[in-house]
């Protein structure tokens, strides 16, 4: 059965130190009960900046691990996905994709290669940003959408109402919960509880999990992002845990509701349809990528253009390359013998050390797993 859980005060502080201590002491509490490992995953990059950031790690208890799952969406953006895009920006077409897509290494080029080689690429903040370089342009205007639910619903926003004729979408629009019963099913991946991204549940409501914890007998908790939300929740799996329960919570009531934002859901869902696809380093996902719906087939980038993609030869650094045992909760960045010398932020190998949720990135700016 699904709850929302609250936090017993009537003003919570997010980075309260006297609160933090409190959590921290009842996880050491849980895990004394439990009396063997806990291993927890969360699926946002968010997530992991807050937990890198704040040091999380270095107060949590020495035998509770908490992995970063398939939750970058830059990260799981496929190499021929990219290969998509520059395509069209060789082919004179004006694109416009986020700021974290730029330097993300196709098979051969990166969006940014393109654009140092004099194609029209150009960074937006959203989808409606990139509808509105259309209605200034003549040229066809090319939106390569990324993101999970919390970017996709207000991609299908823009198209459903009626964007400029010469504006289209490249979709590479990932949808969450199939990746996480694709872990859940991994024989090596060891996951004691799941912690969900609060920001997508706004959208989708946590009763989505409801399946996922009856199927896979694995409990779920939503939450946050500032600190106190993070240990919140932690300590809301550890209670699940204890109890040998496969129980789902909303550790994020203030923003998530059961049902989430419907009129947006409705949109995402008139507008797109799940279909199987592949997420970079990790495996064929069935109906987690997001393509236009039949109904939106004349903004459908791939159904308006011819796109021809020569991939050419990729970088021999890539089969190094383990951003997608990362991104399936098998290892950590420092296990990966390019991190931060072959691969780096300003010279990325990878699609994790690209992106600002990308664990690699995280890891190399703030640090893993501080001893402090």
């Known amino acids: 059965m699904a709850t929302n859980v609250e936090s017993g005060d009537d003003e919570l502080q997010f980075r309260d130190p006297e609160k933090a201590e409190q959590l921290t002491e009842r996880l050491q509490a849980l895990m004394d009960d439990i009396g ?59 694109v416009a994709t986020y700021g974290d897509m730029f330097r993300v290494p196709g098979t051969e080029k990166s969006l940014a290669d393109a654009r140092d080689e004099g194609a029209d690429v150009r960074v937006v903040y959203s989808a409606s940003e990139a509808a509105e370089i259309a209605d200034e342009e003549d040229e066809d205007v090319v939106f390569f959408a990324t993101g999970f639910e919390t970017t996709a619903a207000p991609t299908a926003a823009v198209l459903a109402a009626d964007p400029p004729e010469n504006f289209s979408v490249l979709s590479a629009h990932k949808y969450v919960p199939p990746a996480m019963e694709i872990v859940a099913e991994m024989p090596d991946t060891d996951v004691d509880g799941f912690l969900a991204a609060g920001h997508a549940a706004v959208i989708t409501g946590y009763g989505l999990f409801e399946d996922f914890v009856s199927e896979y007998d694995t409990p779920v908790v939503v939450g946050g992002f500032e600190p106190i939300d993070v240990l919140f929740a932690l300590v809301q799996l550890l209670e699940f845990v204890r109890d040998d329960q496969a129980g789902l919570a909303n550790a994020y009531q203030r923003c998530v509701t059961e049902e989430g934002n419907v009129p947006a859901k409705d949109a995402m ?55 997608g045992d990362i991104m399936a909760g098998k290892a950590d960045p420092d296990e990966c013998e390019l991190f931060g010398e072959e691969c780096t932020p300003q010279d990325p190998v990878g699609a994790c050390m690209v992106s600002s949720e990308g664990t690699c990135k995280i890891w190399l700016e703030y640090g893993g797993q501080p001893d402090l």
């Not at 927890?40 to 990059?45: D, I, K, L, P, R």
């Not at 990790?282 to 990528?289: C, G, L, Q, S």
């Open 36 to 94: 063997e490992p806990v291993n927890v995953m969360h699926v946002c990059g968010s997530h992991e900046q807050a937990i890198a950031k704040f040091g999380l790690r270095s107060i949590l208890p020495d035998d509770l691990t908490v992995r970063m799952g398939p939750g970058c969406p830059v990260c799981v953006t496929n190499m021929p996905e990219v290969d998509e895009a520059v395509a069209l920006a060789e082919n004179g077409n004006i």
């Open 269 to 323: 869902w008139d507008v797109f349809e799940a279909e199987s696809g592949e997420w970079r380093g990790i495996a064929e996902i069935p109906d987690a990528n997001l393509v236009l719906s039949d109904e939106y087939a004349d903004f459908d980038a791939r159904e308006r253009f011819d796109i021809d993609v020569d991939p050419g030869a990729a970088d021999p650094l890539t089969e190094q390359c383990i951003c």
